[in-house]
């Protein structure tokens, strides 16, 4: 539990992070280590991501997957995550249908202060992850607090995406900067998006 919530930086004791984040943490723990490790059919693989995030029919993640706060988390119909995708939902993450993460994708929705004294107090403050539809995240890339990608565009592999990316880029580096823009898909042919 927080000891405070102050100017949007939650602090917590040291105790509360031995503690292990309280009784939802715990059991989000034990669903993650049950996805990474069990062999499952099927059927038994869709429900626990039902159980790990808020949103996620018709998805794939690949394991191993490392995940906190995953009811903050919402994956559109036919997303992909590629394996050793590390999600942070401390605030929401909406992942646009249609979306491919590659391996190693981070998705950081925390951050900590640069001052050393609220650091101490275990501080931290999040701000959402947006990604739109239609989106190629690259291997190794980081999508940073606050980000907004938008619909069709492209993440080369290993940027730090720190700012907004619009849509309809390929936007690549670090810090990510887009490199040219991309024409529009033909919606009439490219697929239906609602299936």
Not at 25 to 47: G, I, K, T, V, Y
Not at 50 to 68: I, K, M, N, S, Y
Request: with cysteine.
């Amino acid at each position: 539990m927080a000891l405070d919530q102050i100017d949007g930086l939650v602090r917590y004791s040291f105790e509360d992070i031995k503690r292990g984040g309280g009784e939802d943490w715990q059991r989000e723990r034990a669903l993650l280590d049950r996805f990474n490790n069990e062999q499952m059919d099927e059927a038994e693989r869709r429900a626990l991501m039902r159980e790990l995030f808020a949103e996620a029919e018709d998805c794939w993640v690949t394991p191993p997957l490392g995940l906190a706060r995953g009811k903050r988390v919402k994956l559109g119909r036919k997303v992909f995550i590629n394996s050793n995708a590390t999600i942070g939902g401390g605030a929401d993450i909406t992942i646009g249908q249609h979306t491919l993460l590659g391996p190693n994708v981070q998705l950081m929705t925390a951050t900590h202060p640069v001052d050393p004294t609220e650091r101490q107090r275990w501080a931290f403050w999040a701000a959402p992850i947006t990604i739109g539809e239609n989106v190629w995240i690259g291997s190794s890339a980081i999508i940073c607090a606050g980000v907004t990608i938008g619909d069709h565009s492209v993440i080369g592999a290993g940027s730090v995406v720190t700012k907004d990316i619009p849509p309809c880029v390929l936007a690549a580096g670090n810090p990510c900067k887009v490199i040219r823009e991309l024409e529009p898909p033909d919606m009439a042919t490219l697929y239906d998006l609602n299936q």
